[in-house]
């Protein structure tokens, strides 16, 4: 069963990689005369550091598990918070917590492959005592039935990729779970949407993994500019037009939170070679043809426009940064998993996500630095949930998610993404005047 402490053979992976590395610092940074033998002791002493720091965790965190003053304690909801650095924070283990506290598996629109106390997952209710706690305040778990009575009247669109379904579902369940009058239904182009009807309150998911229009493009024979570059095979990505299933939605919403990412460093799909991506503007194609990190950017520079023209008088508009990926040992289709049964640490996050150790999942830190950029000095606001969620390797389907392959990629419904929805609350509740 799901136990707390660190797996051995993982811990004992991560020490020889930091000896792996400080080796490779020793190595680098010193003059030929830095022999084996100093790096060799180097490592010897680092191991007895490690050895030792891991007792220390051991023995803090028995006597966390063990003591009351960890547990969380929550400020009301209406506490001044306004200068609060969400962010800027650290998971909290709270014992206390022996079943899912907002919705548990029953709920109808937690798709199969996310619910992991259904699926036996054997740390399922354990991903759930993980709190975030921001240094400078709290983020207490969001009321729905409050929710539900301030944002009367409003209608709320999450457009992206599945991580904004998987959200999505989460604040679905959350308010299903106190108002069960509810009418399901497809609010222009959504791929699914609910109205509460006490409330007339309605949330809707607009799915679109590029934002951008795309479909299947092959040669067509008569030597086009893409054809006598060569190509033959691939996906157009028409950068300024949005694709159908959400273009309609900035005029229909009051709220929207948008997001994309994942599908832009995914060869497995947008192959370079054999499928790649070919950016189309005016209908023409862009050449030279640009890599994909640049039609993400062409995109966003047309998107991020196109929704502030259309919303509505007074939409708040939110983007949300990149969700973490956690395969370790390869990517997904390489065998890759996410073994965890608690948060990572710090150095580990920083391993696995750092940009200048290009490992697999590198693309979160990357598509942050578009998105950025791209959303700098528009109406946008960004809801970053990237920082909290890279620690949180243990709350993904894994192999619970009934695949052939690890899912390391979506969040446990209950989990992590009802923390996302507390954030998004907080900021929908500082934002509406
Ligand atoms: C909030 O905290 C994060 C993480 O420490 C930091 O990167 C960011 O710059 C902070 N934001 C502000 C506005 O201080
Ligand atoms: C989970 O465990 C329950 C009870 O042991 C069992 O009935 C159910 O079939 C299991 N579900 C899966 C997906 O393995
Ligand atoms: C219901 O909410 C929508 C906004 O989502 C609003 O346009 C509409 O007028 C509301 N209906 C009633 C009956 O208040
Ligand atoms: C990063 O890793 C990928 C594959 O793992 C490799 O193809 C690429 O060249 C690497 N990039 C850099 C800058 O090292």
């Not at 550091?49 to 220390?56: D, G, K, M, N, T």
């Not at 063990?66 to 962010?87: R, W």
């Not at 037009?241 to 229909?252: C, D, R």
């Not at 700098?376 to 619970?400: Q, V």
Request: hydrophobic share 35%; net charge neutral.
């Amino acid at each position: 069963m799901g136990s707390t402490f660190p797996d051995p053979i993982t811990e004992k992976r991560n020490h020889n990689l930091l000896c792996a590395m400080a080796t490779r610092e020793l190595h680098h940074n010193s003059k030929k005369s830095a022999t084996s033998t100093s790096s060799f002791a180097f490592c010897l002493l680092l191991s007895l550091i490690c050895i030792a720091s891991l007792f220390i965790c051991f023995s803090l965190f028995r006597n966390g598990a063990a003591s009351p003053s960890l547990t969380y304690t929550i400020l009301p909801e209406n506490s001044k918070n306004s200068n609060c650095n969400y962010t800027d924070g650290r998971w909290i283990y709270d014992p206390t917590v022996i079943s899912p506290p907002r919705y548990d598996q029953t709920c109808k629109e937690i798709f199969k492959g996310w619910n992991c106390i259904a699926n036996n997952k054997s740390n399922a209710v354990e991903i759930l005592k993980w709190r975030w706690k921001p240094y400078g305040c709290d983020l207490p778990p969001f009321g729905p039935l409050r929710f539900l009575e301030s944002f009367r009247d409003t209608s709320i669109g999450f457009v992206g990729d599945s991580l904004n379904r998987n959200m999505f579902v989460s604040l679905f369940c959350s308010l299903r779970q106190v108002s069960s009058e509810v009418k399901k239904w497809r609010p222009v182009g959504a791929d699914r949407g609910f109205t509460f009807i006490k409330y007339n309150l309605t949330i809707a998911y607009h799915r679109t993994n590029l934002l951008a229009r795309y479909g299947r493009w092959s040669a067509s024979g008569n030597g086009d500019m893409l054809e006598s570059l060569g190509y033959k095979e691939g996906y157009r990505i028409d950068v300024d037009l949005p694709e159908g299933t959400w273009a309609e939605a900035p005029s229909f919403h009051d709220i929207l939170l948008f997001n994309t990412g994942h599908w832009w460093w995914a060869p497995s799909k947008f192959d370079p070679v054999k499928s790649p991506m070919l950016f189309f503007k005016n209908g023409v194609p862009v050449i030279p043809p640009i890599p994909p990190d640049a039609g993400l950017d062409m995109v966003l520079a047309h998107m991020v426009p196109f929704v502030e023209e259309q919303a509505r008088p007074g939409a708040l508009l939110y983007f949300r940064t990149q969700s973490p990926r956690h395969f370790e040992g390869g990517d997904w289709d390489q065998g890759g998993s996410c073994s965890r049964w608690q948060p990572l640490v710090t150095q580990e996050v920083e391993y696995l996500f750092s940009l200048k150790n290009n490992g697999t999942n590198i693309e979160t830190r990357l598509v942050n630095e578009h998105l950025q950029r791209s959303l700098k000095g528009s109406s946008f606001k960004i809801l970053d949930i990237t920082h909290m969620s890279e620690f949180r390797a243990d709350a993904h389907p894994s192999t619970a998610g009934g695949k052939r392959h690890d899912d390391c990629m979506h969040w446990c419904v209950p989990g992590l993404t009802d923390t996302w929805n507390d954030l998004f609350v907080a900021h929908l509740n500082k934002n509406r005047v």
